[in-house]
């Protein structure tokens, strides 16, 4: 397997460094308000990613931060701080605030079918090993005090710069809009804030009261639970310059160990070209956009892009997803009503054949840095070659339709995470929420059905008529008549033939 590793600006055979053992760090969200669908690319692709690498038979400890401590909005440290801005408008504790939105951004990943990380630690947890860190830096010559606030002095950290390819000489005086006088240079970062008057999550510290720099919680949480160095670190592209550039310069001068060995980055979605994000108030909520499509719409959307691309949100390509999808998961209702019903028999070794080759194929795009498009395009190679099957006369195996089944939980299910376990799920996907809908459906693929599930849908079919339901007792009779059974209703009952060609 290969990955693009944005510290090398290349492909890289992807090799752990505790052999079956793969450590991931991604940064997670601010919870000041719901997660948008810009949130949903990121966490859907690195599930992704999460899911791959386990099937492949890795052990995988996935952590995902949760950002609950009030940081400044811009790096020139003079911006306002997002949690308590919010808190202040709902006329609620910061804690508060961060607790209900950390509540929701759960009960929207998990709508999405995104794995819950093994740790999601918070950094308001984590306010003492965060001060130890400054400590060491500050003892070791790359950080400096000034008025209760402390921050790192990049001109001590020569490879400043070699993950975003920035150059400290280039982040000239007055670069931006206020520059903070406190500093030596404008590139240098907080580490450790002093606490204003009125400023509610604060902390104390050897510098007075205060409160953690935005960078310093992710190289604290990802190396307390996955050391140093430790394999992936993901995120964001947006998040190369400052953030993870100034994690890396702070974690290795503390420790004088490399800090990750592969930095895998997703691109942005963007909307008419712009990156969608809060800030720019183009945003689209994920709880707004279940209102109007499924979340697992909104998944499969998302995953028919690479993860480094960027993908342009419209109702129509929404829109256009989710057609797509109906058509993957439709033959897979019919595989699963079929097999129900299919006689055992000898499994159809040239069909076996196939699937192979659409497996090697899926994994060979999975294989080469996580390229869900090109999987996804290898399902529908395979969708197509199972409606054939499912439209040919006769009928398939119970062994054959089983081995279709499994391919498509193993890949669909268990690695991109778009087939839903539960054949009920896809019923309601589907909008099928008759019982007789459903047999009404698989049977309009049954070229010659067993005389007594004939028998069994034209007793369908009378007590939907005893219920008045006339358009549904229609709809068997139409999908009968398809197959060539003609029924003829009579006072004692509806009876049935065969018509002859």
Partial sequence: MRVYNTLTRRKEEFVPLHEGFVGIYVCGPTVYDDAHLGHAKTYVSFDVVVRYLRYLGYKVRYVQNITDVGHLTDDSDM?????????????????????????????????????????????????????????????????????GSVYFEVAKFPKYGKLSRRRVEEQEEGARVAVNPDKRHPADFALWKRAEPGHILRWPSPWGWGYPGWHLECSIMSTKYL??????????????????????????????????????????????????????????????????????????????????????????????????????????????????????????????????????????AMDDDFNTAAAIGVLFDLTREVNLLLS???????????????????????????????????????GITSVSMRTASTVTRVVAAPEEFIQLLVDTRSSLRSARLWELADEIRNHLAELGIALEDTPQGTVWKRRKY
Avoid at 101 to 111: G, K, L, S
Avoid at 394 to 410: N, V
Wanted: aromatic share 10%; charged share 25%; glycine share 8%.
């Fill in 79 to 147: 911006g306002e701080d997002k949690i308590e801005r919010r808190a202040l408008q709902e006329r609620v504790e910061p804690m508060e605030l961060a607790e209900t939105y950390t509540r929701n951004y759960f009960r929207d990943m998990d709508a999405l079918n995104v794995l819950r990380p093994d740790i999601s630690p918070r950094a308001s947890g984590h306010i003492p090993e965060q001060i130890e860190l400054v400590k060491t830096l500050i003892d070791k010559g790359y950080a400096y005090e000034v008025n």
């Fill in 227 to 364: 050391g140093q160095p430790f394999d992936i670190h993901g995120g964001g592209l947006e998040n190369v310059f400052p953030h993870h550039e100034s994690e890396i310069a702070q974690s290795e001068a503390a420790t004088g160990q490399p800090f990750a060995r592969y930095w895998l980055h997703n691109n942005m979605l963007t909307v008419d070209g712009v990156k969608m994000g809060k800030s720019l108030g183009n945003f689209t909520t994920l709880s707004q956009a279940f209102e109007r499509y499924s979340p697992l719409t909104v998944r499969f959307f998302i995953l028919n892009s690479h993860y480094r691309s960027t993908f342009d949100f419209s109702d129509e390509a929404l829109a256009a997803a989710d057609k797509g999808l109906r058509r993957l998961l439709e033959p897979v209702v019919q595989v699963r009503e079929r097999l129900s019903i299919a006689e055992s028999g000898e499994a159809d070794e040239e069909l076996l054949s196939l699937w192979g080759e659409h497996k090697g194929r899926f994994l060979e």
């Fill in 392 to 430: 040919s006369p006769g009928e398939p195996s119970r062994e054959t339709l089983a081995a279709i089944d499994g391919l498509y939980r193993e890949l669909g299910t268990d690695i991109l995470g778009i087939i839903p376990v539960d054949t009920n799920s896809i019923y309601e996907f589907l």
